[in-house]
Structure formats: C-alpha cells, structure tokens
C-alpha cells in the first residue's frame, strides 16, 4: 500500500520547474536566501575582501598603493617582508665586508707602522726635535703591539666608510625616499667630520695635553714616557674625538627626520652636558683628569655650535 495521501496524491515530491520553463539553473533568478536578502545577484569575492566584478571583464584586483597610506600606516615603497633568517644572514655577510676592508687596511698599515710611530712621537709634543724625550720600551712586545694598534687605527679610519655605506644597504628597502636622501648625504659628511676629529685631536688637542704632562712633571721627576701607554693615550683620544664630531651630523639628522627640535635641545642642554662629561671620563680617563676635561669641552662647544648655526638658519 503505497504512502500517498487521501485526497489523491496532492503531496508529490518536489520537481524542478525549470527545466519545464526553459531556464537553467545557473541563469534563473536568485532567490532571496541565495542573495542574503540583500542584492538582487550573487556577490563575487576573490578570498582577499576585494568586491566586484572584476573576474567577468579579465581584469586584476584592485590592491593599494604601498606608497598610501592603509589603515593610518605608510610603508616605503621597497618594503618587503623576510624571514628573520635571510636579515640576519644578509647582516653577517655586510659586516664580513666591513671586517675585510679593515683587515686590509690593517695589513696595509703595518707596512709602515715603524715610520708612522717615529712622526707622530716628534709631532704630539710641543719641543723641538732634540727635546723630544725618547720612548722607552718595558717589556718585549710592546713595540710589536703598538705598532699593530696603530695600523688597527688606520684599518678603521679605511672601513668607516664601508661601514656606513653597508650599512645603508642594509636598511634601504625599509627607508622612505627622502630617508634615503639624508642618509646618502650623511655618508660623506660622517667621512669629513671623522677625519676632522682626528686632526683636531692631532694637531690641538694631543700637543696641548704632553705640554700638561711636561709641565705637570717638570721639576719634580724625569719623565721617562712608555711607548705603549702614550700610544694607548694617543689612539684613544683620536679614535674617539673622530666619534665625537659626529655629534653635529646626528643634530642635524634628527631634526630633519623630525625626531627633535632646536629648542627641545636648547632646553635640555644641561642634561646634555652632563652626559658629555659622563662619557669623557669614561672613555678617556687619565691621572691628571686633563683628558676627559678636554674631550668634554670640545663635546659641549661642538653641540653648542651647532645649535647656534641651526637659529641662525631659523630651524
């Protein structure tokens, strides 16, 4: 006994219609439940959140410019995402280079490293020739250490502008384009203001220091100065006042890049003073405390200096 019912099979199964009415299924209207209730067709996404009908005219999606800015953040235009893996291998690799030329520079400079030593002892005091005093040397391979820290100074003064410029390799696709502008003119301005650093330290500052020592001495004891301790002393201080003349180029930066301003710096110039001071007798410490004393005043006239050109320019 079939299941129909008594009225004589009103409940049939459901038919589709369409094809009764020529239609195909992909061509009939959608219903409601098909459309959401809400557009009268079927709405085309391609997974990523971009709407429209770009697949049925061939074209691409649409994305936006990285150079605008989404969602409130800019990103520079070579900007990519890498594994941490591949930056630190790309770092390791740049700073290989660096080590390179400075070993090469290195190598260069013990070549004449006896003759370098001999100029600068009768240059960094403040006599004549045959008042110089002599060097005198305490154990045996002082002479051989000198001579290699010296041609360390000479593989550094090589690789400092290697350093610098890997260093903007580096970080080039994560700079705007004006970031980059700053940063290739700072290259050769770092260069300068380094070398003027040390030549200041050479000709001024070291020669004004030994006629200290002289006249701190005089009188009292005969100075017999150890080779290795003055040499010490002397690439110490030429080292570090090439570090510290770069203190104009980074004012400059950070108030072009926008990180600071002039007068946030002129109010705060104690705090600065005091952290000159700081690093001065750190890095540069000596019996007579001359040293630092010097280092510091040079540090605060160059940070001084450069915020009175700044008001002068009206930055």
């Not at 740049?94 to 190598?107: H, K, P, S």
């Not at 030593?117 to 005198?136: C, S």
């Not at 010490?232 to 104009?248: E, S, W």
């Not at 301003?261 to 952290?275: D, E, G, M, P, V």
């Amino acid at each position: 006994m079939s299941d129909q019912s008594a009225d004589g099979g009103d409940a049939e199964d459901p038919v589709d219609n369409s094809a009764e009415s020529g239609e195909s299924p992909d061509e009939r209207p959608p219903t409601a439940d098909e459309s959401g209730g809400e557009s009268e067709y079927p709405v085309e996404t391609d997974g990523e959140g971009v709407v429209g009908d770009h697949h049925e005219h061939g074209g691409e999606p649409e994305y936006p410019d990285p150079d605008d800015d989404v969602g409130g953040i800019s990103t520079p235009p070579d900007d990519e995402e890498m594994p941490l893996a591949d930056h630190i291998e790309e770092m390791v690799l740049r700073l290989a280079v660096v080590l390179l030329v400075g070993a090469a520079g290195t190598a260069i400079g013990l070549l004449w490293a006896s003759q370098a030593l001999e100029h600068i002892w009768f240059n960094v005091f403040p006599y004549a020739v045959e008042e110089v005093p002599p060097p005198h040397v305490y154990h045996p391979l002082e002479l051989w250490l000198t001579r290699i820290k010296l041609s360390a100074l000479l593989g550094i003064m090589v690789a400092l502008p290697m350093f610098v410029y890997q260093c903007y390799l580096f970080m080039r696709p994560g700079l705007y384009p004006h970031e980059r502008k700053y940063y290739l003119a700072a290259v050769p301005t770092s260069v300068v203001l380094a070398g003027v650093g040390m030549l200041f330290s050479y000709i001024l500052v070291l020669p004004v220091l030994f006629q200290y020592f002289t006249f701190y001495a005089e009188g009292s004891a005969n100075i017999a100065y150890a080779l290795g301790d003055t040499f010490n002393l002397i690439i110490t201080l030429i080292g570090f006042l090439a570090v510290v003349f770069q203190i104009p180029l980074f004012i400059m930066l950070a108030i072009m890049m926008g990180v600071t301003t002039r007068r946030w710096l002129a109010q705060k110039r104690l705090y600065f003073w005091a952290a000159f001071a700081g690093l001065s007798f750190m890095f540069t410490m000596d019996p007579t405390m001359m040293a630092p004393i010097l280092v510091a005043i040079t540090m605060i006239l160059l940070f001084e200096g450069t915020l009175l050109v700044l008001k002068w320019v009206g930055r």
